[in-house]
């Protein structure tokens, strides 16, 4: 997978995983936020979206989460995207 290229396997390099990974940053993460899962995403697999999930719950966060179905990496759901920005930045839901 994508990681793996650059950073090597997590046996070989544990600390680098451990010091890269989003999950510890879910506690201290600011005002709202939103995750996608692309179906067909080729450089996230889905249980790393599930993991930081774990980590946003065990830290008391809320968020929404969006799934684009056969959208790879970068199939945003632009639909979604803007509801999300203009509920909080406009009308400052949640």
Same mark, same amino acid.
């Given at each position: 997978?994508?990681?793996? *290229?650059?950073?090597?396997?997590?046996?070989? +390099?544990?600390?680098?995983?451990?010091?890269?990974? %989003?999950?510890?940053? %879910?506690?201290?993460?600011? !005002?709202?936020?939103?995750?996608?899962?692309?179906?067909?995403?080729? +450089?996230? &697999?889905?249980?790393?979206?599930?993991?930081?999930?774990? !980590?946003?719950?065990? %830290?008391?966060?809320?968020?929404? /989460? %969006?799934? !684009?179905?056969?959208?790879? &990496?970068? !199939?945003?759901?632009?639909? *979604?995207?803007?509801? /999300?920005?203009?509920?909080?930045?406009? /009308?400052?839901?949640?």
């Amino acid at each position: 997978m994508y990681t793996e *290229r650059y950073m090597g396997l997590p046996a070989d +390099n544990a600390a680098g995983y451990d010091a890269g990974s %989003a999950i510890k940053l %879910a506690e201290g993460l600011k !005002g709202r936020v939103l995750l996608y899962l692309g179906t067909s995403d080729d +450089n996230v &697999h889905p249980s790393n979206t599930y993991q930081f999930i774990q !980590g946003l719950d065990r %830290a008391g966060r809320s968020y929404e /989460f %969006a799934v !684009g179905v056969d959208q790879g &990496h970068s !199939g945003v759901r632009r639909d *979604r995207e803007l509801e /999300f920005f203009v509920d909080t930045l406009v /009308f400052g839901k949640r």
